[in-house]
């Protein structure tokens, strides 16, 4: 069974610094695109970042390119996100995705992906 388990989100200060986490079990990890993607309420989803399956090529929404940093560590089934320099704008459920073979391109370019994480909440006070 297929999961992806996201955690390290919480309320934080404007400025402040928060690490998300997303534990993935059930298949080969290694094979996967990943991404961060966020949700306000109200709002459509929008990409955050991307890191590619292979050769860890990264993408990065505007919005918070420059504080935000995507990574990965295959030997620990995880995708992390952290993120710097917070805003109230960056408020969200966050959630990861995983898509097999995934590449930036391929991922930016579709919405449909394998797995879906529960997603978790970032609260960002002024």
């Known amino acids: 069974q297929v999961q992806l388990v996201e955690s390290g989100g919480g309320l934080v200060q404007a400025g402040g610094s928060l690490r998300l986490s997303c534990v993935a079990s059930?298949?080969?990890?290694?094979?996967?695109?990943l991404g961060w993607f966020r949700q306000a309420p109200g709002k459509e989803r929008e990409d955050v970042a991307i890191?590619?399956?292979?050769?860890?090529?990264?993408y990065y929404a505007d919005s918070v390119k420059g504080r935000f940093t995507i990574s990965r560590d295959n030997a620990k089934n995880t995708v992390y996100l952290q993120m710097n320099s917070l805003k109230p704008e960056d408020t969200a459920v966050y959630y990861c995705?995983?898509?097999?073979?995934?590449?930036?391109?391929?991922?930016?370019?579709?919405?449909?992906?394998?797995?879906w994480g529960q997603g978790t909440q970032v609260t960002v006070s002024s």
């Open positions: 995705a995983a898509d097999y073979l995934g590449t930036t391109n391929s991922m930016i370019s579709k919405k449909d992906y394998d797995y």
């Open positions: 059930g298949y080969t990890f290694s094979s996967y695109g």
């Open positions: 890191i590619s399956w292979s050769a860890g090529n990264t």
